[in-house]
């Protein structure tokens, strides 16, 4: 583990007294480099009635030479503050280097006589595809053997920031479809390989969103969901060696850009399973039946989720109709009418996650207070036992053969493993061990519960040093996410390590807007219930301060995506609760999302709200973190990361953001702007590059809280 040097030199130690004190500890208040100045052009807009200031409108051209001199101007302020290469950088990158970059194997998929998978080795930039004779009883993927390269992403850019994945493989295991990502955005590209020539197929998908790819049994051709931002999704089939222009579209005319669509197929093609999702809030389950062309919307007028899987030849589903915590049900392809389902397993006092059918028994995994637990039912949902978790655990379970599974757990302390299950005795055999090279016994986690600002109780997280006191004194960074019906669960986080490594606490929170506890608390913090999340969140930090296990002085915080919208409302909500924050890859302007139709991601209007409505705009602007920015407060110190190559989170909002927050801070802390020209919200990042970003994202934290002196 490594340690802050106890040696600096004067000199780099006054730079970084100078960014770092806290008011009231040998200084004033911190005094960050003067920030870049950026150009003022107001526009108003009216919406609703109301006048809407904007200030850097002008920054969302990212095309225009003045905004990428503008991004330049901002890489080199953020390196000022950063300041110079120094042992605890140092340190703090090596530490990620060994917590990161471990082997990463893809799920392997077969195909013929062939098995495929993706592999990135230790030392190595990106995953590359491989395959391998497939036989019975194959052992895991080893990142330790050799096997044979089909597509190697190095070829087609050298810098390790353009990723491939494999969509489908052919009956025959000899056409390969293929994604390729230039980059960080959602769409990519697809192609056919040829593995027994090595060369692509004329058939060429262009740069789109896609989704449900598979070749046709015959393997003569492609079915494909292309989604259109403006046009919404459509399932289309591409025969081979035809123009595109010849494809058909089997489903999908009328669905909005608001909605999802995802397709599989049952009984050997005899029925095929479209799902159509309202966004996240709720979704139809449709069925053809391929014989007579019959198309039956099975869900018809039910506002539920419903997650199918073929079971033995029968359709069944984990819902939260009738059921918030969830239940399953049994549909008859031949009968499936409402009045004839058949319900499996009933809802319970946990959180229904997942199931899977194994030996011949329903393995269902369950939350209860955020972690997983697995309990075991015949298959008419008779109580059969429970399959032991470890405690504070994420966990998933599938089949592995007779009388066999395999069992894959993390935790905040414990990097991923993977065990098969002996199901008769229950003996365990460690099937695919960590390669993390991490100390789980010298940290323990504790749940506590907090009270939000409405009296909602919700459990928090805290992840120490064993035997560490607890103190007003020590760094904490708090992290959360709350939305989109997300469990973020316990699991194994390299920087989370690091920070504990450090002295610190690390601590997540459970968020209304997850599905830790079942569809009602996703409904609590999704679209008019979305303040909530924020209250939430604000109320866990409050929880902390008060219980004296840190001080606003000492607490920094940290989100991604719709974490970095919770980011935006934190520090612009209670700015004097936090001393710093990464906001990464964030959504801050909810009051223009609506119009962000090149880079966005429509279904997810249905779980913020949509401001172009005017019954729904004025809740928006109230949490809409850009507009809520004001002059002459003491924010905190605030990293924002994001990529020009973010097509789901438009990146103009985290460049308008810094701007306004830089001109608008009074308190001294840096406000920085991390933006790369490569990566985006799907990745474009080598495994360098992540580290690198983890590195500088970790070190401006822990210089901000004072856990490096």
């Not at 090596?94 to 030392?123: H, I, K, N, Q, S």
């Not at 809802?347 to 369950?366: N, P, Q, R, S």
């Not at 994420?394 to 757990?409: D, M, Y």
């Not at 909602?456 to 120490?464: G, H, N």
Request: glycine share 10%; with cysteine.
């Amino acid at each position: 583990m490594t340690m802050p040097p106890r040696h600096r030199s004067p000199r780099l130690r006054a730079a970084l007294l100078a960014i770092a004190c806290v008011s009231g500890a040998g200084c004033s208040r911190a005094i960050a480099p003067t920030a870049p100045t950026t150009r003022l052009s107001i526009v108003v807009d009216t919406i609703h009635g109301v006048a809407v200031e904007d200030r850097y409108r002008w920054l969302e051209n990212q095309d225009a030479p003045e905004v990428r001199t503008w991004i330049a101007e901002q890489r080199a302020y953020a390196e000022q503050v950063l300041g110079p290469a120094n042992n605890d950088r140092s340190g703090i990158r090596e530490r990620l280097r060994e917590l990161m970059d471990v082997p990463a194997v893809g799920t392997p998929r077969r195909g013929g006589e062939w098995e495929y998978f993706t592999l990135r080795r230790t030392g190595e930039e990106v995953a590359a595809i491989y395959r391998r004779r497939w036989q019975q009883a194959l052992p895991p993927v080893s990142p330790d053997s050799p096997y044979a390269l089909v597509i190697n992403p190095l070829a087609i850019r050298d810098d390790g920031t353009t990723s491939v994945a494999i969509e489908s493989i052919s009956p025959d295991g000899q056409l390969l479809l293929y994604s390729i990502r230039d980059g960080g955005p959602d769409e990519v590209t697809l192609k056919v390989r040829d593995v027994r020539t090595g060369s692509d197929l004329p058939d060429s998908l262009p740069n789109a969103l896609y989704a449900s790819l598979s070749f046709a049994p015959d393997g003569k051709g492609i079915y494909y969901v292309h989604r259109s931002r403006t046009n919404g999704p459509r399932y289309r089939y591409h025969p081979l060696g035809t123009p595109l222009t010849a494809d058909s579209t089997l489903y999908g005319d009328g669905l909005p850009p608001t909605h999802f669509l995802g397709v599989s197929t049952a009984l050997d093609g005899r029925y095929r399973i479209y799902t159509i999702s309202h966004g996240w809030a709720r979704n139809e389950v449709v069925l053809l039946d391929a014989k007579s062309g019959a198309l039956t919307d099975i869900t018809r007028g039910l506002d539920a989720h419903f997650a199918p899987q073929v079971v033995d030849g029968t359709l069944w589903m984990r819902t939260d109709h009738r059921a918030p915590r969830g239940r399953i049900v049994a549909v008859d392809f031949a009968n499936p009418a409402q009045s004839a389902w058949r319900e499996v397993i009933p809802e319970g006092k946990d959180v229904l996650d997942a199931f899977a059918m194994i030996d011949g028994k329903v393995y269902v995994t369950y939350l209860r207070n955020a972690s997983h637990r697995i309990a075991v039912f015949t298959r008419d949902g008779v109580p059969a036992g429970e399959l032991p978790v470890p405690p504070n655990a994420t966990a998933s379970i599938r089949g592995a053969g007779p009388g066999a599974a395999e069992l894959t757990v993390t935790s905040f302390t414990q990097p991923s493993v993977t065990y098969r299950v002996d199901l008769a005795t229950g003996r365990r055999t460690v099937l695919e061990p960590s390669r993390v090279p991490f100390d789980t016994a010298g940290l323990e986690v504790q749940q506590h519960w907090y009270t939000s600002k409405d009296g909602t109780r919700a459990p928090l997280w805290i992840v120490k040093r064993r035997g560490s006191e607890r103190s007003a004194d020590t760094p904490a960074l708090l992290h959360g996410y709350g939305g989109f019906g997300v469990n973020l669960g316990p699991r194994f986080d390299p920087r989370a390590a690091l920070w504990v490594e450090w002295g610190g606490i690390y601590v997540q929170a459970t968020l209304r807007g997850g599905n830790e506890f079942g569809e009602e608390w996703h409904k609590g913090g999704m679209l008019g219930n979305k303040q909530n999340v924020f209250d939430d969140f604000n109320s866990a930090a409050q929880f902390l301060v008060d219980s004296r296990f840190t001080s606003p002085s000492r607490l920094a915080i940290r989100g991604v995506s719709n974490g970095g919208l919770l980011m935006g409302a934190a520090i612009t909500q209670r700015p004097d609760l936090y001393r710093a924050a990464f906001v990464g890859v964030p959504d801050l302007d909810l009051v223009r999302f609506p119009r962000f139709v090149t880079n966005n991601n429509m279904p997810a209007l249905l779980e913020y709200g949509d401001a172009s409505k005017g019954a729904e705009f004025d809740a928006i602007r109230k949490l809409s973190p850009y507009e809520n920015v004001r002059d002459g407060v003491r924010y905190p110190a605030v990293m924002v990361q994001t990529g020009l190559n973010d097509t789901r989170v438009p990146p103009w909002q985290a460049r308008r953001f810094t701007a306004r927050l830089q001109n608008a801070t009074a308190s001294g802390l840096p406000v920085i702007l991390i933006h790369d020209l490569r990566s985006g919200h799907a990745g474009g990042r080598s495994m360098s590059g992540s580290v690198e970003i983890a590195t500088q994202e970790m070190e401006f934290l822990l210089r901000m809280v004072r856990a490096i002196p």
